[in-house]
């Protein structure tokens, strides 16, 4: 299930966001902030952060400085009303940058977009391997370690483990 965050201080802008990525059709849930320092106080990562840059107390430029310092992957996309910070924005590698007023199939179009880019990456970043419980994908950055069991090996992942027959030089090559 994908997580989407969307994060402005007017809450017709949210409300709009929010019935956006309802109307995409995805599984996913949604969480909306208000302002960027709960933003940045919430420990969740999201697949997809709609992102205003004009907000009081934490704008949304700092506030995805903050969040690229612990999420490299998150698909920030801008939705604004000003055009003139754009070139500002680039410093945090957003996916995308809006200019309100925006309509709601630009909208639907980016979710889409971002979230094909995140299967090509999640592909790119995955092994599909014959386990002793038939075959599974698994994630690399999932893999804590391998070791060699009873002519078998031991792969002890994030979230938990699996064993797989062969070589360890077979599965290095992989």
Known sequence: M??????????R???????????????CTVKEFSNGT???????EYDILFLDIDMPVVNGIEAAKRIRRKDRKVKIVYVT?????????FEVH??????KPVKKE????????????SREEEKADTLRLETMDGMEEIAVSDIYYLEY???KLRLVMKYG??????????FSKK
């Open 149 to 151: 069991q009873n002519r």
């Open 94 to 99: 957003p996916f995308s940058f809006l200019v």
């Open 38 to 44: 709960g933003l940045i106080q919430d420990d969740q």
């Open 106 to 117: 630009t909208i639907i179009k980016q979710i889409r977009e971002a979230l094909l880019y």
């Open 81 to 89: 009303g000003y055009q003139d910070y754009m070139q500002r924005s």
């Open 13 to 27: 802008m949210r409300r709009f966001l929010h019935s956006a990525v309802d109307e995409a059709g995805i599984h």
């Open 161 to 170: 483990e699996c064993m797989i027959r062969g070589k360890v030089s077979e």
């Open 2 to 11: 994908y997580q989407i965050a969307i994060c402005d201080d007017d809450i």
